[in-house]
């Protein structure tokens, strides 16, 4: 009897295994997969820039990690300048490319230079682990981008700041696929691997969300890129509330894992998976060691 209807997911030319290098850029979803990628064992590195909603702020930032790491030339300085930095409401110390975790609190005794430091130190950081990554997974959430008032720049995270002091627009697909022709084209040693989040963006009401997720849907597909359909799981295999957290936006925990597991009987390699369960077993007793 059938419970459900599963998602086909072609099998990839490719497979990972314990020696490829990982990074995952996107949505707070992008999080979620890449702590558990960790969590099993893999070399990951997870959103240096903190959570990315939008494709215009994951291209900007592989820009930049790019041009710092070495495999792109540019005129610009790729580095960020105190320009860059300033003080969002809650007093703490940020720039427009990086998500609030990533800041440092005023009221912790940090400064701007502080931030500044610790901005390009993670920068090289990540730049330095881009350089020798394999496989780049991206997580793309929403098509509605917020530009700062005067300027065509988007940023990647309001910081609480006045409505009034953005414009909201959407990015019409054929941009989108654009950009991700461009970050294929401009890494060819790399593999992609873009998905689209499951979680629902209701802030931008009930229609404006679907909207959104096929604008990016059909971007993906019509870039030719590789794509592991986790928002599919979500809308027809989870298909009930029960898979959702308390805010019925979010997967639940559940949901998470049982996305990663369908992610990893396709993509991950086969003699990885005992290994996996004895590395989860591992980090689960670490755990139980620091509580």
Not at 55 to 77: P, Q, T, W
């Amino acid at each position: 009897m059938k419970i459900l209807t599963p998602v086909e997911i072609p099998k990839p030319e490719r497979l990972i295994d314990f020696d490829s290098k990982i990074l995952t850029l996107g949505s707070c979803f992008a999080d979620q997969m890449g702590e558990r990628f960790r969590m099993y064992g893999f070399d990951c590195m997870v959103n240096p820039f903190g959570t990315l909603y939008n494709i215009c702020s994951v291209f900007n930032s592989l820009m930049r990690l790019g041009a710092v790491s070495g495999l792109l030339r540019s005129k610009d300085n790729p580095l960020f300048t105190k320009d860059d930095v300033f003080l969002r409401p809650d007093g703490r110390f940020v720039t427009w490319s990086h998500h609030s975790r990533c800041g440092l609190k005023q009221s912790e005794g940090f400064s701007a230079e502080d931030f500044l430091r610790k901005a390009n130190q993670d920068l090289q950081d990540a730049a330095d682990f881009f350089c020798k990554a394999d496989t780049v997974i991206v997580t793309l959430g929403t098509s509605f981008v917020y530009k700062l008032k005067g300027t065509d720049f988007v940023v990647s995270n309001c910081h609480k700041f006045p409505a009034k002091d953005f414009e909201r627009v959407f990015i019409p697909f054929q941009d989108t696929k654009e950009m991700i022709g461009q970050i294929v084209g401009m890494f060819p040693k790399k593999r992609f691997i873009f998905t689209v989040s499951p979680i629902r963006h209701l802030a931008d009401g009930a229609h404006g969300n679907n909207l959104s997720k096929s604008a990016l849907l059909l971007a993906i597909s019509d870039a030719g890129t590789e794509y592991f359909p986790s928002y599919e799981i979500m809308m027809d295999e989870l298909r009930s509330y029960r898979w959702y957290a308390e805010d019925m936006v979010h997967p639940s925990e559940a949901a998470v894992k049982y996305i990663f597991e369908r992610f990893a009987e396709t993509f991950i390699a086969e003699q990885c998976k005992e290994k996996m369960q004895l590395n989860l077993k591992a980090y689960k007793a670490s755990l139980h060691i620091v509580k």
